[in-house]
């Protein structure tokens, strides 16, 4: 099992719609996790951090399960401007000092 | 705004030749880490130090690949001799430990012909 999968997707969805991303992860001790975006040919820029059950920032909502391992992104109400390659990022030492393992990204879409 | 500092931007050259790629991490972070970006692979961790002690080199070709820190100011990435199969976006980022996020400059753009 890979150490962080993501569906690749691309979603592609029209303004005003609701998408959500899943990502599972392989390292059980890791505690801290990410959703970072990536614009294209841009780097990766931090979006959410995701320390304990979850994390909310406006129109954008990550969970955190860990009985199964897996770590949802949420966006609502979703812009033209949230286009962009989204990454599900886990420690993988289980925290974040130490080097991050990125999943291949799921593109989204967003359309006028 | 702090930001991690790459250069060169871009790199276009010849196999076989020598480049070197250099990286200014955030001030205060401790731990730097070079990753290279692929349309097949994505993002592939390279190497990291923290504390200019490298940690973790596992990542890169050991024959052609060396990472250094010779000082808090500077990383450098290797690659000697290049090889078209190396052509890739090399992204280096910073960070400050503990359970903290890394940031990430604005990469390499590397070809080799």
């Known amino acids: 099992r890979k150490e962080v999968e993501q569906d690749p997707g691309p979603f592609n969805v029209p303004e005003g719609a609701t998408v959500a991303f899943n990502c599972t992860y392989s390292?059980?001790?890791?505690?801290?996790f990410f959703w970072y975006r990536q614009d294209c040919r841009k780097e990766p820029k931090l979006l959410m951090s995701v320390y304990s059950s979850g994390n909310e920032d406006g129109r954008f909502t990550a969970q955190l399960n860990r009985a199964s391992q897996y770590i949802s992104l949420l966006i609502r109400d979703s812009k033209l401007s949230d286009s962009a390659t989204y990454l599900c990022?886990?420690?993988?030492?289980?925290?974040?000092?130490?080097?991050?393992?990125f999943g291949k990204g799921t593109t989204l879409s967003v359309s006028s | 705004d702090a930001r991690v500092t790459q250069t060169p931007r871009h790199k276009v050259t010849e196999m076989g030749q020598e480049v070197t790629m250099r990286c200014q991490p955030i001030?205060?972070?401790?731990?730097v880490f070079w990753y290279r970006q692929t349309m097949m692979q994505g993002l592939e961790l390279l190497a990291y130090?923290?504390?200019?002690?490298?940690?973790?080199d596992s990542g890169m070709p050991k024959d052609r690949f060396s990472a250094e820190m010779p000082d808090a100011t500077l990383a450098t990435l290797k690659i000697q001799p290049s090889e078209p199969r190396d052509s890739a976006v090399y992204f280096c980022a910073s960070g400050p430990g503990g359970n903290q996020p890394q940031h990430f400059g604005d990469g390499t753009r590397l070809s080799i012909l």
């Open positions: 001030l205060g972070h401790n731990t």
């Open positions: 990022v886990a420690p993988l030492g289980g925290q974040a000092g130490t080097a991050l393992i």
């Open positions: 130090f923290r504390n200019r002690a490298p940690l973790d």
């Open positions: 390292n059980s001790a890791s505690q801290s």
